[in-house]
Structures are given as C-alpha cells and as structure tokens.
C-alpha cells in the first residue's frame, strides 16, 4: 500500500497524459486519507488547524524568502541608509519609500529581515532537532536493546544531563566550542556550534523514551522471531523495533522544535548564538532592544511577534499530537 | 531512612565528580594554559619549568585529582577577562543572584499553588478558563520577551520602576544587599517576575492537575459525605495529598530559576553571577565558566538532595516500597 501511494505522488508530475488516471488514483488515496483517525481528529481541532495553518504560512515564507522579501537584507548594493528608522506603512521623509514594517537603523526592510531571520532560526531548530533525535534514538536503541554496561553508562550520562536545564548545557557547549574555533572562524562556525550545542541538550528526552519504548518492544515475539532467524543486533534495532517506537519520537520531535526555536532565539538574544553578519529573529530581537526607549517600537516589535508566533503554534501542533498519537504521555 | 540518605549522598557525590571532570577538561583541552601565561618569546626551558610548576608533567588522575583539591578550597585561578581571582568575582556577585532567585521562588510558589488550587476548583468558571489560556501564552512566551515587554509596560510607558539595575545595595560586610532600601526593592519587581513567571506557571498547572486527579477519589467524596466544609475538603484533604509531586518539581525548578536567571540579569543588567557567565562565553574566559558551571551543579545537587529527603518525609508510602525493594 505504502508502494502504490509514493507511484502516485509523481504519477502527476511525469507522466501527464495520463492525468484522469492519476488524478482518481489521486482523489482515492485523499479520500482514503480523509478518512483516516488522524486526519478526522484534526478536523476536529480548530487550535490545531489554525496553528498548522500558521506554522506553515511562517515555514514557507521562511524558505521563500527571496521571492517574498521586497529587499535583500544582505546585499548592501540595495540599502539606502537614508531609509533608516522609516515608520511602518509610512513614506521615508528623505526618499519616499514606504515600508510595510518599517526599517532598523540602517535602512533595511524589518520585513525582509524577518525572513531571512526567521530562515536562520528555522534552519538551527530543524537541524539541532534532527541531530538530537538521530543521536537520541540510537542512543536509546542501544541502551534498551543492548543494554548491560553500555545501557547503564548512557543512561547515567543521561541523568546527569537531565539534572541541568537545556538552555544551560546549550550555552557551556556554545561556549567550549568557541574556545576551540579559531578567532576568524568563529562568525561562520557560529550557526553549527550552535546546532550542535542546541541538539546536545536535547537528546535525553529521544533516548529516554526510546529505550523504555525499546525495553517493552524486546520481549515480543516478532524480536523473538527476527532473532531466530538469525537477523543480528543492528539489523533487528533498525528494521523491526526501531519503526515501531517512532509514534513519540515524532512527538517529542515537535515539541523539541518549538524548544529548539525558544533556544536559538535567546542564545541570540544573549549574544552567545547567531552571529549579526546572520541575524536569526533571537537577534533582531537583541538589536531591536536597542531601539526601545527611543520610540522606534517596529524594529523590537515585529520579530517579537514572528518568534511568538511560530513557538506558540509549533507548540499547539505539538500537544495536538501528542494527545492522538499517544494520549499515554499526557 | 538512612541507607536511601546514604545512597542518594552517593550518587550526588558521583554526579559532582563528572561535572568536575567536565569543568578540568575545560581548563585542560581548550586552549593552552603555558600559551595563555608565557609570551610570545619563551624558551624550551621555561617551558618545561612552568609545566612542572603547573603540575602539567604530572598523570592525568594526579592532576584531576589536584583540581578537586583546589575546586573545593574554592580556587579557580584568576579570570582571564577581568585579570582577578574568579572565587572573589564570583562571592561578589552571588548575593545579587541570589536575592532575585529567592524572590522570584517565592513568587513562583506563592501564586503558582493558589491559582493551581483555584483553577481546579472553578473547573469550568470564566476566571479559570482565562488563568488556563494565558498561561498557555505564558509557558510559550521566551522569557527574555516577557522582561523586554515588563520593561515597555511599567519602566518606558508608565515610568513607574527602574528598567535596569539593582538600585542601592546596603553592604553588610560579606554581603550586598537590595531588600533594605526602596530603590533595590523597586528594581527587584520586574525581574522578579520576568524570572519567576514561567515557574509560576509550571507550577499551576501541575497542581490544578493534581488536585482534579484526587478530588475524583473516593475518600473525598466520603469527606464530604460526613459534611464537612468545602474548605476543609479542599485544602485539608485534596491540597495536602497533592503535594509529593508538587514539592518534587518545584525543587527542581528552583534549581532551573537559578540557571534561568542568567536570561533575566542579561535583560535588566542585574550585575549577578549568570550576567558574569554570559559575558564568560561571549569572550571564552574559561576559569568563569568552570566554577560556574561547579558552582551551580552543587546547588543543584544540594536542591535535589533536599528534595529527595522531604519527598521521603512527606509521603509514606515511598518509604515502605524503597525499603522493601532495598531489602530484596
């Protein structure tokens, strides 16, 4: 079934003669999908659409950025700093130009910035998430099915972590691995040291579940049987546990996402994170912060609202999805 | 009773050890201490004086071993941004921090507890439902945007407390503090709240939690069979069985109102021990960061310990099944 519905995704796309075809094999995996408990409970869900509605406006404006933003925030050629401090939908008093959101102190569209800022933050945050949960999940497979020493010592790292907040491990690490990158580096390494401090402080919760997941999954008998067969350790770890301890990964992933974004945006903030050759929206923030006492409100505004915006419903998504796939971790 | 003291002091000891050989690794393998003392003309010979000055000859248990000794004399060298000894930078500085966590603590816990209560009460009430909702904001809300708009709100529009600072400190000799005079109390309310803001929530809506899992038992319904006050019903019997996981999570959480203060004295530039950590990172001032980082996991595991113990006090069933499965 999982065959005949990938055939049908690029059935449109390659082959378009045959689009009535396509399109009734389209409409019945939608129907079929439509159907589904997944879906039914989302309909159901005003807060989930809305906030899916919202997380996916936010994404594709990130990824479209170049095509959205009315200026590129980064080429200089385009900057006037006659424009600077210009008021939300009001002309520039020195040329004219009007910007929807405003502009910061040396002309650049807060509107563009936000886009290119909102690109960096959600890069970091998929990235950091991707990498904890690839280390958190093997880690965790190895601890519940190998278990013995091993098991025992990453569980213990695990709790020593846990004793610490996430933000507190991310900065140590942000800060250890400054001191290893060479002074000129450090503006370019910024983003991955930032990846990877933010994916190091997020692991536990992936390798916890993981192996209490792992634990239980071990002692069926499709284990039993794989074993039997002769399949070894690893194969039986990837291919038959690890697909069936997914469903609170991908919770826990969400929810990671929108802790990861919260994690960037106030490293960045602190001035321990993105680096202002790449503001992320935790630095416009920072920059905008600036401007508070002065009356320019738009700078420090906008991005604020962005940031809130995309945590809050990656947020909602998070717990919307947690309470189907697994009302269990309520 | 004991033994699970003895055994939770051990593993508290372990925990310390792995931090130390954390904070030593720092000093050891990012960047290099002969590099950073000896100038740019050096000899072979100074060198190798100053490696078996500095110990750095020694084995690596040894010079471990060497780090406790001085970690806990409370010598962690000198600062390599501000040039003086970080156990004096940081005894200056820990008042500042700490006063703030206290307060914000008691915020947390004060108003967190009441409106857990309330809100589980008034189920269904609009008052609840709008504490619910905005809470929710509140949990999602990043703390340093909660400070930027209390700063907006009460110190660039109203004009009613301080935006930065900690006021006037009183000196008491080994301690500075701001409780003692009315400006300090007033640059205390914002960051106060900014830091204890997000606790307060966490814990509101643990125990509005709580209380609507025991208020649906049945001793409860039997108390009020007997007709007693609704009062007595709540606080007497459905508060009191709440708290064993109250207490273990608000422990935890004071522990993270310290960390998290690093935020809120960045916001409002309270001039604490997580404003001198932050500026550690930004220019790698390694010894800063290293008794920090020691600094903050002994009052953690200090915290934790503490809870264990009253969490052991509190609720008896606990020590009936840690000792019976001690026995087995």
């Known amino acids: ?330 | 009773m004991l033994a699970f003291a003895i055994r939770r002091a051990f593993q508290s000891l372990i925990v310390l050890l792995v931090v130390g050989l954390v904070a030593f690794s720092m000093f050891n393998f990012v960047g290099d201490p002969i590099d950073s003392m000896l100038g740019q003309e050096r000899t072979g010979a100074d060198i190798e004086r100053l490696r078996t000055q500095l110990g750095l000859d020694q084995p690596f248990p040894v010079q471990y071993y060497r780090f406790l000794e001085s970690a806990v004399q409370g010598n962690f060298g000198i600062s390599y941004r501000l040039g003086r000894p970080v156990s004096k930078i940081i005894a200056e500085r820990l008042p500042a921090t700490l006063e703030l966590a206290m307060v914000s603590a008691v915020l947390a816990i004060v108003f967190g507890v009441a409106l857990g209560v309330f809100t589980a009460i008034r189920r269904n009430g609009w008052a609840a439902n709008t504490v619910m909702t905005l809470s929710l904001i509140g949990v999602s809300l990043p703390t340093f945007l909660i400070g930027i708009l209390l700063i907006y709100l009460f110190a660039v529009e109203l004009g009613w407390l301080p935006s930065f600072g900690r006021g006037d400190v009183v000196d008491l000799g080994w301690w500075r503090t701001g409780f003692l005079t009315q400006s300090g109390l007033k640059a205390l309310v914002l960051p106060a709240i900014t830091l204890g803001l997000y606790q307060m929530t966490l814990i509101m809506r643990l125990v509005r939690s709580e209380m609507l899992e025991v208020l649906r038992q049945d001793y409860i319904r039997f108390a009020r069979a007997r007709g007693l006050r609704d009062r007595s019903v709540y606080f007497r019997h459905a508060l009191k069985n709440t708290l064993v996981p109250v207490i273990t999570v608000t422990g935890m959480q004071l522990g993270s109102i310290i960390a998290f203060a690093i935020i809120t004295e960045t916001v409002f530039q309270w001039p604490g021990v997580g404003l001198l950590f932050i500026n550690a990172i930004r220019f790698v001032d390694i010894p800063v960061m290293a008794a920090y980082l020691m600094l903050i996991s002994v009052m953690f595991v200090i915290i934790n310990f503490i809870v264990d113990m009253l969490y052991f006090a509190i609720d008896p069933r606990l020590r009936v099944d840690r000792t019976g499965s001690a026995q087995k």
């Open chain 1, 1 to 330: 079934m999982s065959q005949e519905t990938k055939g049908q995704n690029h059935q449109p796309a390659t082959s378009p003669g045959e689009t009535s075809q396509a399109g009734n094999r389209l409409t019945r995996a939608w129907s079929r999908a439509a159907g589904s408990d997944f879906i039914w409970s989302f309909k159901r869900s005003p807060v989930a659409v809305v906030s899916f509605l919202v997380a996916l406006g936010l994404v594709l404006g990130a990824v479209l950025a170049p095509l959205f933003a009315p200026h590129n925030p980064f080429d200089p050629a385009t900057l006037n700093l006659m424009n600077g401090f210009s008021s939300p939908m009001q002309p520039n008093a020195f040329t004219g130009e009007v910007f929807w959101l405003g502009t910061d102190d040396q002309g650049r569209d807060v509107f563009s910035t936000i886009l290119y800022g909102m690109r960096i933050s959600l890069f970091v945050g998929f990235a950091a998430v991707a990498f904890a949960m690839v280390l958190g999940v093997t880690l965790g497979l190895i601890a519940g099915y190998v278990g013995g020493w091993i098991g025992a010592v990453i569980m213990r790292i695990a709790d020593v972590q846990l004793t610490f907040p996430g933000i507190l491990v991310a900065m140590l690490i942000f800060g250890i691995a400054k001191g290893f990158t060479p002074l000129e580096q450090r503006d370019e390494m910024a983003i991955w040291v930032l990846i990877i401090a933010i994916g190091l402080s997020e692991w536990v919760q992936f390798a916890r579940v993981v192996r209490g997941a792992t634990m239980v999954e071990k002692g069926k008998e499709y284990v039993q049987a794989a074993r039997l067969n002769g399949r070894g350790a690893g194969g039986i770890m990837i291919r038959h546990i690890l697909p069936n301890v997914l469903g609170p990964v991908l919770v826990i992933a969400t929810i990671s996402l929108a802790l990861a974004i919260i994690a960037e945006a106030t490293l960045s903030f602190l001035g321990v994170g993105a680096p202002p050759t790449q503001p992320s929206l935790g630095t416009l923030i920072r920059i905008g912060q600036g401007y508070l006492f002065s009356g320019e409100w738009w700078i420090l505004l906008f991005p604020s609202v962005t940031l809130l915006a995309l945590a809050l419903s990656v947020n909602l998504l998070g717990d919307w999805l947690r309470d189907v796939l697994n009302p269990r971790l309520r």
